[in-house]
């Protein structure tokens, strides 16, 4: 669950408070760890693609880090 997102940042353009991403790069995300290893491991610069669940509704986001 994303709880909140840091205005400005690169999050905050695909991203929302409340957003749940239940996928990452095709990996299953169930908890806060499993993002942050598949982050780590994304090259800098590039988007990484994201499922999120948000107000009900999937959907699919970039992310560039």
């Known amino acids: 669950l994303v709880e909140r997102v840091v205005s400005g940042s690169a999050a905050s353009k695909v991203l929302r408070g409340g957003d749940i991403i239940v996928e990452a790069r095709g990996k299953r995300i ?3 760890k499993d993002f942050e290893r598949v982050a780590t491991k994304h090259k800098r610069g590039n988007v990484m693609r994201l ?4 107000d009900g509704r ?3 986001v970039g992310l560039r880090l």
Not at 51 to 54: A, N, P, T, W, Y
């Open 30 to 32: 169930d908890d806060p």
């Open 58 to 60: 999937t959907m699919f």
């Open 51 to 54: 499922l999120v669940i948000r």
